[in-house]
């Protein structure tokens, strides 16, 4: 994942946790609008959450978060 789309989903992830608690779920179409006006960027997410990690199709948003800061 690049490190644009990283930031953006770190930040959509601490605004889920604040808003909704430590628990909050969420998918990686939460890092996108409701619409697909970017198609390669929305393929990225894709495969880095489905392709590389393999993960549940909602995983709690703090442990993406953590995920993303290291790295992964």
Not at 1 to 28: T, W, Y
């Amino acid at each position: 994942m690049g490190p644009n789309l990283r930031k953006k989903a770190v930040a959509v992830c601490d605004a889920k946790i604040a808003k909704k608690g430590e628990g909050v779920g969420l998918s990686f179409y939460a890092f996108f609008a409701n619409k697909n006006d970017d198609p390669d960027l929305l393929m990225e997410a894709a495969e880095w959450w489905i392709k590389t990690h393999q993960l549940d199709h909602f995983e709690k948003a703090a442990k993406i978060r953590e995920m993303l800061k290291a790295g992964l």
